[in-house]
Structures are given as C-alpha cells and as structure tokens.
C-alpha cells in the first residue's frame, strides 16, 4: 500500500509517502486501536502538510467513527482553519465543518464537549435559527445534569439574539433554574415585556422561599415591581383574563410594609395620573392621608397631593389663558377651573386637622394632642363640643399620656364661659366617677369642679362638694398606695384634697367647722408637718393657745427626727413665750431632749439653759451646759464648752471655770484641746496662778509639734520671758526637745513627714514619691536609738539630727530658740 500510494480527489497530489510506511503497518496490525493514529497524526503535525493532516485525521475517523479522542481532534483542526475566515463570505467552508461536526454528533451525540465546541462555532456564524436548533437538540440530547454547560452557551446567544428569541429561550430556562428570575426581568424590561415582567415579580415575591443572588430584600425587590408598574402604567396589561389587578397589588404591599405605606400610597396615586384617571388618583389621596401612621408618610403623601393638584390647575389655567388669546369663552371650563381652586384652598386649609389625625392614629391616648384638636376649631363650638366628646371616648384613662382630668375640666370650662354651669356641672359629675391613672388626677378634678363653684360665687356648692369628695368610713384602714383599689376609693386619703378642703373651709365657714376637718384629718393619719402648724397656728390665732399645745404635742407622737426638731423648735418657742409654769416649762425641754439626735441637741440645750437663766437658777442652767457638753455632735461640743465657760465666769466668776476647762480638754480631740489649753493659761495667768499657768503649757506640749505648732512654743517662750527665770525656761526648752523627739519616733509621724517631702519632691518634678517613702523609712529603722535618721538636704549633703544633746543640762543662755 505504501509503494503503491494513495491518490486524494486531485490524481497529482499524492498525500503518502514513503516515510508514513511505518505508521501505515501499525495501523494495520491494530485495527481497532487509536494509540497508532495518534502517533501518525503527531508526525504529520510535525513533518506533513494541513492535507496531509487533514487526510489522515479523516482516514481514523473513518476508521474508527466511535472515538471521541480522534474525532475532538479532528474538529479541533477544522475549527482552527477556518476561524479566521469570514463567516458570511466564505460560508461555504464553515458550512463543510458544519457537515463535519453533524457526522461526529451521529454516534457520539452523548458528548458534551462536541455539542460545545458546535455550538460555539455556530456563534461565531450567523445562522440564528440554525444554531437556535441546534441549541435544542443538544439539550434533548444531553442528560439534565449535563445541561448546564449547554445553557450557558445558550443565554449567551439568547441575550445576543434579544428580542422573542431571547424570551422564549429564558422562558425555558427559568423551569429549571427560577433562583434566576431577576436577570429574567431584567431582560423583559429591556425588551419592553413590562406586563410579564410584572407578573415574573409578582410570583417571585409570592415564592416565600426566593433568595435574591443579588442580595436584595424583600421590600427593595416590591419597590422595584412598583416602580415598574408605575413608570410603564400605559403600557401594562391590566385585562380581567390576561392582565394585572395593580391596585390590588399595591394594596397588598400596604399590608405588607406598614412602616412604608407613604410609598406604596403615592405609587398607587402616581399609577392613576399616568393612566389618565384623575378622579381615582384623588380618592387614593383622600384614603391615604386619612389612614396613614407616621408624620413621615404623611409628609410625603401630602406634599405628592399638592403637586398633582397644582400640576392640574396648572394646565387648565394654561388652557384658559389660550382660550382668552382666541377669544373663546367657555363657562364649563371656567367653573371647573374655580371647583379646584377651591378645592385646592380647602386641602390646604386641612392639613393642622390632617396632621392632627395622623398623631391621633398613633397615640389615641395622648391628651396634648386632643387639646391641640380642640384648639385648631377656634371659635367653632359645635366641632368643640365634638372633639371633646371623642376625645373622651376614645382616651382610655388607665392608658392616658398627660393628665386626662385636664380634658374634663376644659371640657366644663367651656360650657362654663358659654354660661352653661348646669351643664358644666353634669360633666363634672360624671368626670368625677372616672377610674383615673392615678388618685392625684381625681384629687385635681374634684378641685377643679369645687374652684369652677367657687369662680361662680357658689361657696356653700364648693363645700359641700369637696365634703363629698374627702368622704369615707369613720375608721379607714386603706391605703393610700394600694393600685389594686380604684381612685375613688383612696381619694379620701390625699393630701392635697384636703388642704384645699381645709382651705376652703377656713375661708368660707367657722372655726369650729374648721377644727372639724384638722380633727378628721388626724383620725385618717394623713397629717404632715405642715397640718400641724397650720392647726396650731389657727388656733393661736383665735387664742386657743392651750389647745395649739395639744396639736404640736399630736404631731410630736406622729413624727420623728428630723421633723419632730421644728416642731419642738416652735413648740418650745410658743411656750417660752406664753410664759407658762417653770415646771411645765422644764418636763417640756426634758421631753425634746430624751431622745435628741447630737446635732440637734445644741438649739435646744441653748433654748432650756436660756429658760433657767431668765426664769430658774443659775446653778441649774449651768446643769443644763453641762449635760449639753455631753449631748451635742462633736463638731458643736468645742463651742458648747466655750458658752459653758463664758456663762459660768459671768456668773460665778474665772475660778468656776477651771474644772470645766479640765473637762474639756479631756474630751476635746488633741487640735482643739490646744485652744483650751492656751485659754485656760490665759485665764490663769489672769488670777495670778502662773505656776497653774505653767503647768497647763506644760500639758498642752504634748499636743504640739515644735515644727508644725510653732505659734503654741512662741506664747510659752513669751510667757516664760514675762514670768519665769532661768530654770523654767531651760525646762521649757527640754520638754521641746522631748517633744520634738517624741515626734521624730512616731511611725505615724515619720510616714506623713516622709509624704509631705516627697510630695514636694513631685511638686518641684524631682525624685521619685514610692523610693523616697521606701528610703525614708529605711534610714529611719537604721537610726541609732534617740536619734533622728539622716537625710538629704536639697544639695545633696547628708545631715545627722541628735534628738538629745550629750548634755541635756547643758544650755545656751545668750539663745533663745535651741534647735
């Protein structure tokens, strides 16, 4: 065969040769492999012409028609040749690989590949419908799970080829992959297909399972089918059988999207004006304002209402001045033109009303906003009157936000100024038996009814109301806190019902009457502070002093400290003042002191001293500063000891005064114990007794530093200059040293000198404060006895302070200061 050779379809082209011999015998021994076509097509490619290559690759698939590895080759090479070439002028040649890839689909259509690269190479020509075939017969072909790699080939086309082809072929696509419905409705949009792209969105938010690939929400995705309808109304199909119910779908997103409804309400409006249908566009309107939730949305439709109206108006005024140009006149037109000027000034002149509504949906409780209802009417009684009525319908009390009691009240007010009291008085009536949140709403309405009595001279009405209103048992164990009992059965045990109750009684009736109330209120144990003085200064005032007592001695059982203090303050007060008996006089002052609390002994102390100084024996008031010495709070006890010592000199004279000055350094803390210590020495020093005198200074040196008291060393050293001699002074001057050392040696002491400098030290932004106290101490333990540790002077030198000098005796005479 290979000597002979073989001719292709020219007879002076001869395509074998005699180096293909080889390959020739390999096939020819192994008919039915591919492995020796392969390797004879690998050398054609590398040593042979394209139709030697073609012939070859022909001859094997001839051969062998059912190998997938031969053929992909095969068309690969045909694939390449011809991609270069116009598709339109030499379609010819594309139509031969065209038969080619027909021949290979014969037994191998189950290839996926194959379909593949045909279809691929169908895009690059342009055969529409033939590729648009051949499209379907590979998915008939293929198993479905294959079909995904045809069908991106196939959208590709589709959305080249656009138009019905494109829908169609989406149409199909979209039973087996509805995940992709949006890029469907983008294509129906941009062929124009807006009703069936209204209706893909309409199943696609009825799909409860829908996951948009884009990320979109579910209200994002109802906006956009909104917007679609809207912007295409005229385009839309909206026919019984074969349409969309628009409104009906808009109304079901209301439902949907409350927190939204002024969009879908002026979508829906919007949907009517582009279809032409004015009248329904304006009912929406009407609708929408008067259920909407939200200030928001009502900005919103409100604002769209009143630009469709001007945007109406508008246009017949443009008509109108047109026909005047012409001359022409023409009523039906003017009068319509008129019709929605006014309607226009009357929209405009409702929206205070409107917006009112919208807060009243959200909150039918709220009082303010009721009032401001009642407000917007003016002068027009007879919506007045109906606001009111609604108002107090529709306000639940328990839910009320504001004081309810104040609709009421303005309610009455109103028929009152109108002269209507009887009327006035049936709502009061009823305003009264209203289960208010709370028991001061009822308290202030009862007020409010017996104040309009009293506004209209009615005195006696405005008694007898408030006499009902505090009504209850002769013996009333409710309480006054308890939620679980309605208003009216704890109204009798406020206290602001019967203060004015009070009030009112004292200006309109008798003492006894009035003695009457402040009796009861006692027995109901709703008496404050305050109902006591009152009480007791009423009955001051009309001379009943004796029995004024009684009423401070009734709010002193009630109360406590520190109430019971002012009580006792004025009580004490009147009674000193009435010059009542000594003796009643001191078991009252023994009574306010039996259990006075330290800070408030000192007034009363000071008042019971006075009383015995002006009215008793001195002795006992000096009984009386004595005790209170004892009995007054520790920041009072350093004056009361000056008083003390002040009394009992003026009045027994200075030498009295010397075991009190004892007492009170022995009780006084060690900083005030000093100031006595000095006035004693003065007082002393006075009589005489400088010995006393020096003494005293002696003991008052423990309390005093020599650095930090350096006043308190200077008096001595003055008093010892002035009285003393040599020996006293070297003795002062030793019980400074000791002094002195015994401060240097107290740990307390040690640690706050230690802080004191190095907070300087942080001050002057030098050291460090934890190893300056750390090394302070440290020097401080390694002191020898009776010596105080070195430290460091601010130039660094270290210094040694003897706490004792070697010879204590020894003095310096011509010095006055020994440090």
Known sequence: MASAGYKSGRPDLQVLSSDDAVYEQAILRDLASVNPWIAYIDFKFRHGSLLEQNFVMARACLQLPRSYKLWKLFLTFRVNHVTELNPTALAVEYNKVNTLFEKALILLNKMPRIWEMYLQFLLQQPVVTHARRTFDRALRALPITQH??????????????????????????????????????????????????????????????????????????????????????????????????????????????????????????????RKGSFERARDVFEEAIMTVMTVRDFTLIFD????????????????????????????????????????????????????????????????????????????????????????????????????????????????????????????????????????????????????????????????????????APKRSNIDYFDETLSPQQRVHKSWKLWSFYVDLVESVSTLEEVKRVYERIFELRIATPQTVVNYANLLEEHHYYEESFKVYERGLDLFSYPVAFELWNLYLTKAVDRKIGIERLRDLFEQAVE?????????????????????????????????????????????????????????????????IYERAITALPDVEAKEMCLKFADMEKRLGEIDRARAIYGHASQFCDPRTNVDFWTRWEQFEVQHGNEDTFKEMLRIKRSVQAQYNTDVNFIASQALARSQQRVDDGTGNEAADIKASFERHARAPEGFVAASASSKGEVTIEATHPANPDAIDIDGVDDE
């Not at 609604?390 to 028929?415: C, E, L, M, N, V």
């Open 148 to 273: 995904k790699r045809i069908w991106t080939l196939y959208l590709h086309f589709a959305n080249a080829a656009s138009g019905e082809t494109a829908v169609r072929v989406w149409r199909r696509y979209m039973h087996i992959h509805p995940e992709s419905a949006e890029d469907f409705i983008e294509l129906l949009l941009r062929t124009g297909a807006y009703t069936e792209a209204a209706k893909r969105y309409v199943d696609l938010l009825n799909n409860v399972r829908f996951t948009s690939k884009h990320g979109k929400g579910h209200f994002e995705l109802w906006s956009e089918m909104v917007d679609v309808i809207v912007e295409h109304a005229a385009e839309i199909d909206t026919k019984n059988e074969t349409g969309l119910n628009v409104e009906r779908i808009i109304r079901s997103g209301l439902v949907r999207f409350a927190d939204q409804s002024g969009k879908f309400w002026a979508s829906l409006a919007t949907y009517w004006i």
């Open 595 to 659: 259990d006075c609390p330290p800070k408030f002994a000192k007034t009363i102390y000071l008042m019971y001293g006075n009383l015995e100084e002006e009215r008793g024996l001195a002795r006992h008031a000096m009984r009386i500063y004595e005790r209170a010495t004892r009995a007054v709070a520790d920041e009072d006890r350093a004056d009361m000891f000056n008083f003390y010592i002040t009394k009992s000199a003026s009045n027994f004279g200075l030498p009295s005064t010397r075991p």
């Open 304 to 471: 769209a209402y009143v630009e469709f109206e001007e945007s109406v108006i508008s246009a017949l005024m443009d008509a109108a001045s047109k026909r005047a140009e012409k001359g022409v006149v023409h009523d039906d037109a003017d009068f319509e033109l008129d019709f929605r000027m006014m309607r226009f000034e009357h929209l405009m002149d409702r929206r205070p009303f409107l917006l009112n509504d919208v807060l009243l949906r959200q909150n039918p409780n709220n009082v303010s906003e009721w009032e401001k209802r009642v407000a917007l009417w003016g002068d027009n009684k007879p919506e007045i009157v109906q606001t009111y009525s609604d108002a107090i319908s529709a306000i639940h009390p328990k839910r009320a936000t504001g004081s309810f009691h104040k609709i009421w009240a303005r309610y009455a007010r109103f028929y009152e100024r109108g002269g209507d009291l009887r009327s006035a008085r049936i709502i009061m009536e009823k305003a009264v038996k209203v289960p208010f949140k709370s028991v001061a709403e009822l308290a202030d309405m009862w007020i409010e009814w017996a104040e309009m009595e009293l506004r209209n001279e009615n005195f006696d009405d405005a008694v007898r109301i408030m006499a009902k209103a505090v009504q």
